[in-house]
């Protein structure tokens, strides 16, 4: 069984080396534990801390391409180097690296495919009233929106199985931690969460730059994935909103007309009412091509699953061959 540790960095050179040293060494169940540095375009000495640390493996970005790109380009190599579990943490140590094992523990006797790491938000000094709060908030939009029980969304501190690593598919480039638990809920991939701790600060967090940014670039890739995912409920709620308003302003006239006789002075709310029935119905209709196109990416996800796993097992068959 073959674990490889992966960790996306971006100008860590200051906190890197610190990260490294709190990774376990050894973990029951497990014969192999690698290292592997995604360097998402680091203009500091991050590759040659990683290199005088030992890492066993480093992938490099010449720009920065932004922490999702970075974590499916980790996910990637890590599948090619023939990992049978994923673990994806920080270079700013915010996780303590010795939960490793408790994270990798659910996928080892085969109770979960994907395990979320989560923190105690409420007792993490650093965190301030208001992130705690939109912490908790996003995290049940999240849960709504995937359909699963998983009580931190955003945490980074995460494991996945080779399985689960295949079917992984991240389109935004902004975060992977949202998107990929409302995939995995969708897709009905095994989920669970096990509590973890965390370590003391040693820099800003950078997806927090500003508050009401993160919280909509969030909400974006939230209401994105879950239109991807579930596009006739999305679609379909949506148009209702519009198509139930002109309905109702419809019903509003008739009674109107049946209780005077006359619709004089009230037609400006049919003619809203008209519109507001078009803007519903074409909701609804865009919402039913939406789901079409939705059956063809869950053929295309299946032929991209299939793709990559002759590609691993090619590659594999190669270095067999070598030896």
């Known amino acids: 069984m073959k674990l490889i540790i992966q960790i996306p960095c971006y100008n860590e050179a200051g906190t890197l080396s610190i990260a490294l040293d709190h990774l376990p060494k050894h973990i029951d169940g497990i014969d192999e534990i690698e290292v592997l540095i995604i360097n998402d375009g680091s203009t500091d000495d991050t590759v040659q801390v990683a290199r005088d640390w030992g890492v066993n493996h480093i992938v490099s970005f010449k720009q920065n391409k932004g922490l999702a790109r970075g ?31 408790k994270l990798v523990e659910p996928i080892l006797k085969e109770k979960a495919e994907i395990v979320i790491g989560e923190r105690p938000i409420d007792e993490t000094e650093h965190f301030s009233k208001k992130k705690k709060m939109f912490q908790h908030l996003g995290s049940w939009v999240v849960r709504v929106a995937s359909n699963t029980d998983i009580p931190d969304a955003p945490s980074g501190f995460r494991a996945y199985s080779r399985e689960a690593a295949l079917r992984l598919n991240v389109v935004n480039e902004y975060t992977y931690t949202l998107e990929t638990i409302i995939q995995a809920g969708w897709n009905r991939i095994p989920m669970t969460s096990v509590p973890i701790r965390t370590n003391a600060e040693l820099r800003p967090s950078r997806l927090f730059k500003s508050m009401w940014r993160y919280m909509k670039r969030s909400s974006t890739v939230i209401l994105r994935s879950f ?69 063809n990416r869950k053929l295309l996800e299946d032929v991209q699953y299939r793709v990559r796993k002759m590609e691993i097992e090619l590659a594999k068959a190669k270095e067999d061959e070598a030896e």
């Open 227 to 295: 239109a991807m995912y579930k596009p006739m409920r999305f679609f379909g709620i949506l148009g209702s909103v519009f198509f139930g308003a002109g309905l109702l302003l419809g019903l509003r006239f008739v009674w109107i007309f049946l209780s005077t006789g006359s619709g004089s002075g009230h037609i400006q709310s049919l003619i809203l009412c008209a519109a507001l029935l078009m803007i519903g119905a074409q909701i609804l209709i865009a919402g039913v091509q939406a789901d079409l196109i939705s059956d």
């Open 71 to 101: 974590f499916m380009a980790g996910i990637d190599a890590c599948l090619h180097l023939g990992a049978d579990i994923i673990v994806n943490t920080d270079a700013d140590d915010q996780y303590c690296g010795e939960d490793i094992a």
